[in-house]
């Protein structure tokens, strides 16, 4: 039985390996993405069983994937190769100043944007009883049936009593309007106990402007635990019944790529409460693993083992 089950759509990701515009970079080195694989990938690092739910196509990008999860030891019963749809992938900036990289998506119509209910593990099996489950809101973002899939996933976690972790990952472009994002996302957030938006999704998602406000707006609507990434300011933490407080962040000494920090914050809370830590001891791991992330080009290569984050 898998410690966490997690599903989502795992991207090739070409990395440029020149600053500048992407139609005129000549030279990409190959990588993965995605944001459920990379918390995937961390928390097998720090030696948790994970379970990976997701479908690849029939191509090289996806074989690459495949082998790529298998050595990272996931859990692998629950990924389907569809011959019918194409892996996705997309391509990601080279920055010079720690800024946002600009990143091209081609994910429409791929595999895992096909996952729908028949992909739901069988009641009772090994994936139904795992400890935790951790959502994005990437996956209603990619199809109505993928969608459904989170959503099911999410209800029979609830009801079976285990932890459902979620981060909202506002994906503006992969949606049709502002409002049916906000209102899935929304929707699919009150069905967890664990919520880590951003400060800017925060805000966008429930109207308030600080962390505080967006702490209380998701504990009202059923979480037990709520944290907000600050970015390099660190994270704001809130339990039910409990007084807020904010967890500092750590000083990095050079920013190299901010993609896949929120990801490594969200493997640092994880693993954190699955180790029986306090929500802001949690965090402060969180912040410890995001600020070691952002120190590597690729999204999941600075994702700590045990050593390297008792050594951070
Ligand atoms: O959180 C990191 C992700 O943005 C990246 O790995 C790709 O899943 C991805 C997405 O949809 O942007």
């Known amino acids: 039985i898998p410690d966490v089950v997690t599903m ?22 190959r990588a993965t993405a995605g944001a459920e694989l990379n918390v995937a990938v961390g928390l097998s690092r720090l030696g948790f069983q994970v379970g990976y739910i997701s479908s690849l196509g029939q191509d090289s990008l996806g074989r690459h994937l495949r082998a790529f999860m298998a050595a990272e030891g996931l859990d692998l019963r629950h990924l ?9 992938f997309m391509l990601k900036q080279m920055v010079a100043d720690g800024s946002d990289p600009q990143v091209e998506y081609f994910r429409r119509g791929s595999a895992a944007s096909h996952l729908s209910l028949l992909d739901m593990p069988a009641p009772g099996s090994a994936f139904q009883q795992a400890r935790l489950l951790h959502l994005t809101g990437i996956s209603p973002a990619l199809s109505t049936d993928c969608g459904e899939l989170a959503f099911a996933l999410a209800r029979q976690a609830r009801a079976d009593g285990r932890l459902v972790s979620f981060d909202p990952n506002l994906r503006p472009r992969l949606w049709p309007s502002r409002e049916e994002m906000i209102a899935t996302i929304n929707a699919l957030a009150s069905q967890a106990d664990v919520v880590m938006p951003g400060l800017a999704e925060g ?59 929120g990801d490594g914050f969200a493997v640092g809370v994880i693993s954190g409460l699955l180790d ?22 690729g999204d999941c290569e600075g994702l700590p083992t045990r050593a390297q984050l008792a050594s951070a």
């Open 8 to 29: 989502g759509e795992a991207m090739a990701l070409m990395i440029a390996r020149q600053p500048g515009l992407l139609e005129e970079v000549r030279e990409f080195e």
């Open 80 to 88: 389907r190769t569809d011959e019918r749809y194409p892996t996705g």
């Open 203 to 261: 805000r966008l998602l429930t109207g308030c402007e600080d962390a505080a406000g967006i702490a209380d707006w998701y504990l009202a609507r059923g979480a037990r635990h709520v944290v907000v990434k600050l970015g390099p300011e660190g994270a704001y933490a809130a339990s039910a019944g409990g007084d807020g407080c904010i967890v500092p962040g750590l000083p990095v000494r050079e920013v190299v790529d901010t993609v896949g920090a």
């Open 276 to 297: 029986g830590l306090s929500l802001s001891d949690a965090a402060a791991r969180g912040n410890a693993i995001g600020a070691r992330v952002v120190q590597f080009r």
